[in-house]
């Protein structure tokens, strides 16, 4: 566990792998045990969320952060639709572990996939929110989402129906013809996509603590 009494040493942002699910599936349970971020009750298996990954990550962005070699946030696109006419949106998911909020991780991770999803060709994303969630709200907000509708009462989790607000970002003028997306396999490797992942490390800055 990092000691977060002392500035962080070393800062990583770059592409998940399969071999990275045990510890990224530990960081996504609480959610799934302890608040309704997630619509899941149950926590998916080891082999269902390494199978998340392969499946994502073949045509978009699923990135992880580590701190001093503690893998402490990760966020990922998947398709908003299935049907062609979709293939140009997409949503997105972030996840902080639990006791590491607050240090930039969200904000690093979410800005490489804006820049990484422009780059492959996307025009639009789409973040669904579990109501009530106000830090969430504004986080989005600040991070350039507009508030689209809610599907009302459309989740039920811990007792209670609750609503889903939809949440839209822009990356993209929406003029003209679309030309086909680009996959993240082709350019996860290359020069762009280092430099977006190199410079976006520097938005975190855990803080010290003082007495």
């Known amino acids: 566990m990092l000691n977060k009494e002392f500035p962080?040493?070393?800062v990583v942002i770059r592409p998940a792998t399969p071999e990275d699910a045990a510890e990224m599936l530990a960081l996504y349970t609480p959610y799934v045990l302890e608040t309704t971020v997630t619509s899941e009750y149950d926590p998916p298996s080891l082999e269902e969320f390494e199978g998340r990954i392969r499946t994502f990550?073949?045509?978009m962005p699923w990135l992880c952060c580590e701190l001093d070699g503690e893998i402490v946030g990760y966020g990922y696109a998947s398709p908003h639709r299935t049907r062609a006419g979709y293939q140009w949106s997409c949503e997105t998911s972030i996840y902080?572990?639990?006791g590491f909020q607050r240090l930039g991780i969200a904000t690093a991770l979410y800005k490489s996939l804006f820049e990484l999803l422009t780059y492959q060709g996307y025009y639009s994303i789409y973040v669904g929110i579990t109501s009530p969630n106000p830090k969430s709200m504004k986080f989005h907000m600040a991070m350039g989402f507009s508030r689209m509708g809610a599907y009302q009462s459309s989740m039920y989790k811990f007792g209670r129906w609750r609503?889903?607000?939809w949440?839209?970002?822009t990356l993209r003028p929406h003029y003209g013809e679309p030309q086909p997306t680009l996959l993240f396999p082709d350019i996860k490797d290359?020069?762009?996509c280092q430099m977006i992942l190199e410079?976006?490390?520097y938005l975190i800055q855990p803080k010290e603590e003082t007495t």
Do not use: E, L
């Open 163 to 165: 609503d889903v607000i």
């Open 8 to 10: 962080v040493h070393n």
């Open 57 to 59: 990550s073949a045509k």
């Open 167 to 169: 949440m839209g970002k």
């Open 96 to 98: 902080t572990k639990m």
């Open 190 to 192: 290359g020069p762009f």
């Open 199 to 201: 410079q976006a490390k």
